[in-house]
Each structure stands twice: as C-alpha cells, then as structure tokens.
C-alpha cells in the first residue's frame, strides 16, 4: 500500500471507508482502556508485596544509629535511605535530602522555596515582575503544572535526540535575567524517552546565565529505569553535578529522584540531591515545615531494596514485565502506520513512555476518536505547557498500565484512530 | 518553710546554700533525662504496632470503592480516611483533605499556598508590604516558627483560662487589615492545657475584621487527647466551624488534626476541613502540588482505627500510660515549690504539656541550670514568637517521653533548679 501522502482522491476515500468500518467495529467492543498515565501494572506491583512485611509489628524499629522510626524527628532522613537514594541520585549521601512519598511534592516545594525566599541570597522569585523558565518540549505535563500555577512565563525549548536545542537555550539565557530555570528529564525522558549528551549536560552545566539564580530542575525519574539488562543496551545521563562542579557552577542544579517507579507509586519516597550550599539552605526552610518525613517508610524501603544491587536487580524484574510491551506497542505502530506514512515515534530503551508524533493537526482528533472507541489517551497537547501543541502533533503512550492482551487491544483502536485521523485531515 | 519571698537575707542565703548542695548531689548523678518535646513514649507507641500487620503482604489493597492503594491517585485521600478524620474535625468528609504525614507540613503549606496566591481572590500575602499575625502566647514554638518563615509579623495575645484575650483581639483586627491570621490550639492548648470557651469561639469567628481574608488556623491537636475517660472530666471545644457559619464568616477558618500522637508521630496521616469555597481552592492548588498522598498509609490508619469508637478506646490506653505522668509532675510541683511560693503552674485535662510560670526573670537561669545537670527542657522563651519570653518565666514541661522513674528523677532536679535560680535572683 502506497503512503496515504501519494494517494489520490478516489484511494484516500477509499481506505477511509475502510478504515471507518474498521473503526465501527473496534467500536461496537464497547471497549475500556487506558494508557494515558505511565501507571505501573499490577504484576508490576506484586513485585514490591515482600516490603510490607519488612516492617510488621515484631520488626525492629530502630534505624542503625539507633533512631526509633516510630517517633518524631530527623529532619532530612535516615542514613540508610540516604545512601540508597545518593546512588540514584549519583551523589553524596551528605548532599542527599530524603523527601515524602513523591517528588512531585519534592520539586513543587523546591519552587515554591525559591518563589517566597529566592535562593542563596538572591531576590525570592515571586517578588518580581516576571520569571520565565525553559521547557524542553515535549516534556511532563506536570512540571508545567507547576511552573504554571506560580505565573511563571513558559518558554517552548525544541529538543532532538541529543537533548533540548542548546543554541537555543544558551542564546535565551545569556542576556535575560528573568528566565531563572529549566525543566529536564535527562534519561529516558518523558515522553521522548532520549537521553541527554554529555555535551548537553556540560552546555547546560557551564553555559552563560544572566540570572546568578538559574536553575535547572533536573527530574532524573527514570535513571535505573531501563527496559534491557545489558548495560551496551541502557543508557547514563552524565552526572549534572559533576559537570556544574568541573564548570564552576556548583550550584546550579537540584537533582530529584524517588522510587514511585520502583516500589509503590505515591508511597515510595523521594530524594534531592545539590551543593552544600543549596542543602544547607533547604534544609535551614525545611525546618520550618516539617520535623521529618515518614521515616518508617524510608526504613521499609532502605531494608527491602538495601543496596545499589538491590536497586538493580529489583528493576530488572519491572523491565521483564514491562520490555514486551514496548516492543509490541512499536510493532503496532510498525505494522500498521509505517507504509501509510502516518506519523513518527521513537523506540525508547527505558523510561515509561512513546513518543509518537501524528501528521501535523491530527492529534485532537486522533486522541478524541480512540475516547469514542473506549480507549483513554493522555491528552492531546499535555505535552506542551499551557497544553498547547503548535502542531497539534504529539501524543504520549503510555503502556505500562494495561496487561498485554488490553494494551494489544488498544493499540490496534489507536493505529486505526491514527489512520482515521490522517486519512480525514487529507480530505478536508 | 515560709515562702522565699518573705524570708530575710540570712534565711535566703542559708536556704540557697541547702539548694545548691542538692543541686551537686543531682548534677553528680550524672544523669541524661529529655523533657524538652511533647514526644510520646515507647510504651504508647507500642499501641500502634498492631497497625503494622494490617497492610501485610497478603492483605487486600483495596479501598472501600475499588481503588488499588499501591498506585497513583486520590488527591484528596480515601473516603475511609476522611471519614475517620472527619470525625475528629466535626466536619463532613466532604469538606475534608487528607495530608501527608504531619500536620505542621499541613499548616505550613497552607500558610504558603495564601503567601504564593491569597485566598478566595485575595490579594497573595507575600505582595504585601507586611503581614501581621495574632500569637496567643505561651504557645506553641513550630507555629511561630512557620510565621517567622514567612517574614510575618507576630504579635504577642495575652491568654487566660478562657483563651486569648479577645478585647485585645478583637481591637486589633478590627482597623488593621494587614493582621491576616491567628495560630490557635483551642483544646488542651500548647504549653497551658487550657481549652478556649464557647464565648471566646464565638467571638473569634464573628468579630469584625478589617481583613476580608482574615484567617484562623485552628489546630485542633488534642482533640481526643484527654487524659481522663470519664466525659465529665474530659474539655470539649464548640467547633470553630459552627460557630462561623452562624456569624455568617463561613470561609474564616482551616481546621487541622493529625494522628501523630495518636499511632505513629511522623508516620500518621493529617487532615485539614474548611468551607466548601476554601476547599474547592485548596484542591485546586494542591493538584499542582502532588498526585495524592500515602494511601497506603491512609488505608492502614483506616482499617486499625476504624471509627470514632476506634479512636476514642484507642485513646484510653493513651490516657492510662501519660496520666500518671501528669499527676507525677503536678504532685512534685506541688510538694517542692507551692510552700516557698516558686512560681505558678495549671493542672491540665488532656494535651501534652504543663505549662510553668516561673518566678520573674528566672526561666533561662532554671533551664541552664537543669541542662547542666543532665535534664534537656524546652528552651526558655520557646513558648514565644522570636523565641522572646517578655518576662523569661515560661518554661513548657513534656512529661510523656521519659518513663515513670526518669521522669520523677528529672522532676526532682527541676524542682530543685526553680529553688536555686529563684534564690539566687532574689539574693542577687
């Protein structure tokens, strides 16, 4: 079959009414699934049960300093979470803060501390006139969230496969003093699944700002969250840190982690890691906020996931649930879109999503139409701040939720959305 | 003995010299006794380790409406979980929030949310010039400490077995509408134990204030803390809520508990009621702040508490372990200090503190000199906005901590330490 593209009239209406009747059927199923959030399954959730019992009612509760987890205090988290979560976090346990139950709440109270009191003595951000900030798109609908519910003027950053555009970044930061950060997920990121390079990331770390302020909010979400066990197939985002450090701007960055995707999303925990000079800081605000997080949560998962080979063998297990249907969503999208030409996408080697980028002005539609046959997608332009796609293009999938037979199911109604769509848009 | 105030120098002198030989004696016993926080006992926390096996490994996960707990979602908590907390609000589920861990992070972010953005259309508080604030003191030092965050005002509020003096209050607020809020604990309140009356609510929720977004942040902690189960002897304060929908200023409050001091301190759950219009704001603001918070956590506390009878039979055990303690510390009190006239002290009903008034000017001296003999206190002044005790006379007594026996020898160094610094400022 020729691409839709090359297609006269006559074959464009053609396959539409095939394509129609296709879509009727999928229809009449009554059908309801969904792959709109990057959910862990519940195979995938089995696999933390054990953790549970760690801490049952005859468990020792006390930390190995001797701390009794059931109690108040220890403002920035055990020793032992601290150093599972520094390894993730590829820094010092003594730069590590260990947060709540997601880093969601970590990086919005993280803004929020720099809006109301600026940070290492700068002017809080909420009392100027404006503040801008960099979103490499398409990116995670909930860091914008964040920056839009503190006014904050998003600025759309292109990215390719090496990361945001940099010429693009470093033109913007060097003369406006008003842009004070930027957005990043660096490895497997949300939804392209691309890893920055270390250019990237040195550019970044050493690139000129007007603002002595910049920050980069660097969500490494999906750092140990790979989809192959050979480390030539895993991707390694270089260390921010180590580049801020080597390009005398040591304290340019936050870095968050937490085990939403590890353990139990919303009752995992979280950590940051930063300069001294930011952790003494966060923790001198912090103070006012809190006495300290649930400790008995960090206990449960320090003891359960123990070490960086705990980590790594536990993830191994996500990526054997998880592996096959990434491979069958990008066969979907093979066999069915690539000789009509209707889109692109990227196949990730971790990470949670697939990228897929629809003809031009398609994307509301396709996202509309896969609603009416009982499929539930991540909205159209969530991708975007202000949920606002210019091309009307991107589309995240998310497929980690449904079991295999669901997400089979759902992608066969979204190919033939997708083919709708296109097929529609041609004729219009 | 006669009372030290009307003895003659010699008499003081000889007196001091007997007080000082005690005072060596204690210091010699080299002891290391903590009554410096309201922390509970490793007896009450044994209460609670029953709730560890609720949610073990083979338990079902489900909440009372089909949600899977291990997973993303619910940003205002379980239905089972408002219910429980609802209950010790006095308030509908309906207007309820379930928070994380703590409820000072609940009061912070509350306080922070009306800094970034105002309330109900407000203008945020963090554009005004000043914000000012009503500290009934002595009161309690993590709420001053949030305020003083925030760069706001406090204003010291006089308060009397009936709660803050409201003819000062109500002067205040009604001309100056930069006086934004009130910290109250009105039950069993924190250090004094005292439980506002019915006419103080009433008037802190119908008088006239200048600030249309005037705020009272009601943190209702000792809501079911007595420490008698007989009701006649238990406080109960009229509901803040009622009390402003009748003075038609329905929007005036948020209402706060926890189960810190009930299962785990740091590992409980909060809760936050208000009216319908504050508490469609607050989601509204909390979605761009977090996915939801520990559910997990929410269906544990849930299923072991189960209900007010649940809580009121959980908090008798409460009762029966701290109210020795309380009657320990009154009968020391009483024995070394009522005969030479050594300040003044209030016999609470329930909360978790005995609040002690010592002699003018002596507080800091009797706290140093109790450190100095192995018993932490809560630093003098604490109980005051800046950590600023006018008369350096308020010292807050946490007797829960320390068992039985530590908590009698620590009494005795206390009782001991008023004896000597009061001589000593009388002498000087």
Redesign the interface.
């Known amino acids: 079959m020729p691409r839709y593209a090359d297609m006269s009239k006559v074959e464009l209406e053609a396959a539409k009414k095939t394509v129609e009747q296709e879509f009727l059927e999928y229809k009449a199923q009554g059908l309801a699934l969904d792959m709109s ?1 990057g ?2 399954s ?1 195979a995938q ?1 089995e696999l ?3 953790m ?2 760690v ?3 005859e ?1 020792d509760f006390k930390s190995a300093d001797g701390t ?7 403002l920035d988290g055990l020793a032992e979470a601290k150093a599972l979560l520094a390894g993730m976090l590829e820094d010092e346990p003594k730069n590590t803060i260990i947060f ?3 880093s ?2 970590m990086m ?2 993280t803004l ?1 501390r720099c ?2 009191f600026g940070t290492l003595g700068s002017t ?1 951000w ?2 100027l006139d404006e503040v801008k900030w960099l979103c490499p798109v398409p990116g995670y609908d ?1 860091h914008f ?2 920056t ?3 006014g904050i003027t998003m600025i759309n950053i292109p990215t390719n496969e090496a990361g945001p555009d940099m010429d693009i970044v470093e033109n913007l930061v060097k003369d406006d003093d008003t842009i004070k950060g930027i957005w990043c997920v660096p490895q497997y990121s949300n939804p392209e699944g691309i890893t920055y390079s270390a250019e990237v990331v040195r550019r970044l770390a050493s690139m000129e700002c007007a603002a002595d302020d910049f920050r980069i909010f660097w969500d490494n979400a999906y750092c140990i969250h790979h989809l192959f066990d050979e480390v030539e197939n895993q991707d390694c985002v270089l260390d921010i840190g180590l580049a801020c450090r080597a390009a005398e701007n040591p304290d340019r960055y936050f870095k968050f982690v937490s085990t ?1 995707k590890i353990t ?4 995992g925990i979280s950590g940051l890691a930063a300069s001294s000079a930011n952790i003494t800081e966060i923790k001198k ?1 912090m ?11 960090q206990l449960r998962h320090a003891r359960f996931l123990v070490d960086a080979n705990g980590l790594s063998a536990h993830m191994k297990k996500h990526a054997a649930i998880i592996r096959e249907k990434f491979e069958l969503v990008c066969e979907k999208l093979d066999t069915g879109l690539n000789e009509n030409g209707c889109g692109t996408w990227k196949t990730p080697r971790g990470g949670y999503f697939i990228s897929f980028d629809a003809p031009k002005g398609t994307a509301t539609r396709i996202v509309a139409l896969a609603k009416d046959a009982g499929v539930v997608m991540t909205g159209a332009g969530a991708t975007y701040p202000y949920g606002r796609d210019p091309l009307d293009s991107n589309i995240r999938i998310a497929p980690t939720l449904p079991p295999l037979e669901e997400l089979e199911a759902a992608m066969d109604v979204f190919v033939c959305c997708v083919k709708l769509a296109t097929l529609e848009k041609l004729l219009a």
Chains 1, 2 share one sequence.
Not at 68 to 74: A, E, K, T
Not at 264 to 267: I, L, M, Q, R, W
Not at 287 to 297: C, E, F, R, V
Request: hydrophobic share 35%; with cysteine; glycine share 8%.
């Open positions: 959030r959910k862990p519940a959730l933390s049960m054990p549970l019992d801490l049952n009612s468990a009794d987890c059931r109690n108040y205090g220890v709540g139950n997601a969601l709440n919005y109270d929020a809006m109301a809080p909420g009392k909930r969230s964040v839009e519910a503190f939403s139990f999303p919303g009752a605000r103070a006012a906020q809190t006495i300290g997080h649930d400790k008995l949560n």
